[in-house]
């Protein structure tokens, strides 16, 4: 099985930036996508933004023009960096990873980013 450990959440003040991680590990055969949703209360969950296995990237277009996202191959690990931020980015952030066959989903435990104004 795999698991994703995310960290880089934390409080920052509207304009500021944030770098989310997460590493995946366990038997990790083949990874097809890995990406970001993020939830805000009374909101529905939201792709943020995703990579796949050959560096294709796509964005939502709440985010697109401020965040980027890449990946390290060898450790197995993506970052979000996140520029530019305003209060409506404020939600828990959440590392996801389709790999495997036959394909699986697989989840972080979230990391919550707040932006103050």
């Known amino acids: 099985q795999v698991q994703l450990v995310e960290s880089g959440g934390g409080l920052v003040q509207a304009g500021g930036s944030l770098r989310l991680s997460c590493a995946a590990s366990g038997s990790i055969f083949s990874i097809n996508v890995m990406g970001w949703y993020r939830q805000a209360p009374g909101n529905q969950r939201e792709l943020v933004a995703r990579i796949t296995s050959g560096g294709s990237t796509s964005y939502a277009d709440s985010v697109k023009g401020r965040f980027k996202i890449s990946r390290d191959n060898a450790k197995n690990t993506v970052y979000l960096q996140m520029n530019s931020l305003n209060p409506e980015d404020t939600a828990v952030y959440y590392c996801?990873?389709?790999?495997?066959?036959?394909?699986?989903?697989?989840w972080g435990q979230g990391t919550q980013v707040t932006v103050s104004s």
């Open positions: 996801y990873l389709v790999g495997g066959l036959p394909l699986k989903n697989y």
